[in-house]
C-alpha cells in the first residue's frame, strides 16, 4: 500500500481533501445554540387568536351596551301600571279577576326572575369572554415574546453557522492550496525521479540493446560460418552423391542394356518359335486341307456310287418285289444296315473336316456324342449332346462345334434315313 501512496500520490492528496471537506459539512450540519426557554422540552402549540388593544376595547364596548339595552328593555315592564281592576257588581268576576291577577303577578315574577337569571348569565358570559380575551392577549404576547426571542437566537445561530462556515471554507481553501502546493511538489519529485529512472531505463535498454546487437552480430557471423560450412559440407556431399548417381545410373544403363539384349535375344528366340509353330501350324493345315479335300473327293466319289447302287438297288428292288413279297422285308432291314454302316464312317469323315485341334491337346482321345439331323442332312440346332466323355472338356466342345460346322452332313434318303433321324457315333482324330 505505501508503495502504491509513493507512485501515486495526487490520489492521496484528493482522500485528503475529501476527507476535510466531508468533516467541515458534518460540523456545519450540527446546531450549537438551542432554546433555552424551551428546557430542553418540546414546545406544545397553543392555538390562538391575537388582538390589539383597539380590538379589544371595541369588544368591551359591545359588550356594555348589550348589557344597558337589555336593562332598558327591562325596565318599562317593570314600571308598567297594572290594569284596573273589574267592577265590583260580580262576585264571580270579582274571584276570576283576583285570580287574574294572581296569575299575571306570578307570570311577571317568573319573567322577573327569568330576566335576573339571564342577567347573570350574560353577565357571567360576559366576565368569562372578557377574561378569555385577557388570556389570549396574554397568550398572544408571550407567543409574539417567544417568536421574537426564537428569531433572534435563529438570527444568532444563522450568524454563528455562517461564521464557522466561512471559516470551515476558508480552512479548507487553506488546505486545497496546501493539499495543491504539496501535490505539486511531489508531482514535481515524482516527476523528475520518473525521468530519472526513464533516463536509466533507456540508458539500460541502450546498453542491452548494444550488447543484444553484438550477440546477435556474433551470432549471424557465426551463423554465417556454419552455413557456409554446411554449404561446403552439402557440396561435398552432393559430389559424392552425383558420382554415386552416376555410378549407379552407368550400372543401370549396362544392365537395362544386358537385359536389353537378353530381352531381344528371348524375343527373337520367341519369334522363331512362333515362325516355326505358324509354320508347322500352316503345314498342318495344309495337310489338314489336302486330307479334307481328298475326303472331300472321297466322300462325294462314294456318295457317287452309293447314288449309283442306291438306283441299281431300286431297280433290283423293283424286281425282287414283284417276286418275292416275304423276302423283301428281311433284304430291306439288312440294306438299311448296311446303308448305315457305310454312311457312319462317311459323316465321321465330314466332320473330322472341320475338327480343330485345341491347343496343347492329345490327339488320342474318344468322344461319344448323340445327334438329331433333318431330311437332306440338317443338323438340328441344340440337339449335339455328348453321351461318353472324353474326359476332356476342350475336345468334346470342339468335336460339338465341328458337328454344327460339318452340317449338312450326308446321310442316306428314303427308308434308310429314319436310322439317322437321331443317332449317335464315336469321334476320334
Not at 296 to 314: G, M, Y
Amino acid at each position: 500500500m505505501w508503495q502504491v501512496l509513493r507512485e501515486n500520490r495526487r490520489a492521496l492528496y484528493w482522500s485528503l481533501l475529501l476527507h476535510l471537506l466531508f468533516g467541515l459539512l458534518l460540523f456545519v450540519s450540527v446546531r450549537f445554540l438551542a432554546d433555552p426557554s424551551l428546557g430542553g422540552q418540546t414546545p406544545k402549540l397553543v392555538q390562538a387568536t391575537l388582538l390589539g388593544d383597539r380590538a379589544m376595547e371595541e369588544m368591551v364596548s359591545r359588550f356594555r351596551t348589550e348589557q344597558t339595552r337589555r336593562a332598558a328593555d327591562k325596565q318599562p315592564e317593570e314600571t308598567k301600571a297594572p290594569p284596573p281592576p273589574p267592577a265590583p257588581d260580580v262576585t264571580t268576576r270579582t274571584a276570576e279577576a283576583a285570580a287574574a291577577q294572581a296569575e299575571r303577578q306570578a307570570q311577571e315574577a317568573a319573567r322577573q326572575a327569568a330576566a335576573q337569571a339571564q342577567q347573570r348569565e350574560a353577565q357571567q358570559k360576559a366576565e368569562a369572554q372578557a377574561q378569555a380575551a385577557a388570556q389570549a392577549q396574554a397568550a398572544a404576547q408571550a407567543q409574539a415574546q417567544a417568536a421574537a426571542q426564537r428569531e433572534a437566537q435563529a438570527e444568532a445561530q444563522r450568524q454563528a453557522e455562517a461564521q464557522a462556515r466561512r471559516e470551515t471554507e476558508t480552512q479548507a481553501r487553506r488546505a486545497a492550496e496546501l493539499a495543491a502546493r504539496q501535490y505539486a511538489a511531489e508531482e514535481a519529485r515524482r516527476q523528475a525521479a520518473a525521468a530519472e529512472r526513464q533516463a536509466q531505463a533507456q540508458a539500460r535498454q541502450q546498453a542491452a540493446a548494444e550488447e543484444r546487437q553484438a550477440q546477435e552480430a556474433a551470432a549471424t557471423a557465426a551463423q554465417i560460418q556454419r552455413q557456409a560450412e554446411e554449404a561446403a559440407r552439402r557440396m561435398h556431399s552432393e559430389r559424392e552423391r552425383i558420382r554415386q548417381e552416376q555410378a549407379r545410373l552407368e550400372a543401370e544403363a549396362q544392365r537395362r542394356q544386358q537385359a536389353a539384349l537378353a530381352l531381344q535375344r528371348r524375343e527373337e528366340a520367341q519369334r522363331l518359335r512362333q515362325i516355326e509353330t505358324e509354320a508347322e501350324r500352316l503345314a498342318v493345315e495344309e495337310e489338314r486341307r489336302l486330307a479334307q479335300e481328298e475326303s472331300q473327293q472321297r466322300i462325294e466319289e462314294e456318295a457317287r456310287a452309293l447314288e449309283q447302287e442306291d438306283r441299281e438297288r431300286l431297280a433290283m428292288a423293283q424286281a425282287r418285289r414283284t417276286r418275292e413279297s416275304d423276302a423283301a422285308s428281311q433284304s430291306s432291314s439288312d440294306q438299311i444296315a448296311r446303308e448305315v454302316d457305310r454312311y457312319i464312317p462317311v459323316v465321321r469323315d465330314r466332320v473330322r473336316q472341320f475338327w480343330t485341334h485345341p491347343p496343347g491337346q492329345s490327339a488320342d482321345q474318344l468322344t461319344k456324342v448323340s445327334l438329331r439331323v433333318m431330311p437332306g442332312g440338317e443338323v438340328v440346332p441344340n440337339s449335339v449332346r455328348v453321351v461318353r466323355s472324353s474326359g476332356n472338356t476342350a475336345f468334346d466342345q470342339s468335336v460339338i462345334a465341328a458337328i454344327y460346322n460339318a452340317s449338312p452332313i450326308p446321310v442316306p434318303s428314303g427308308p434308310a434315313f429314319e436310322q439317322f433321324r437321331e443317332f449317335d457315333f464315336d469321334f476320334s482324330p
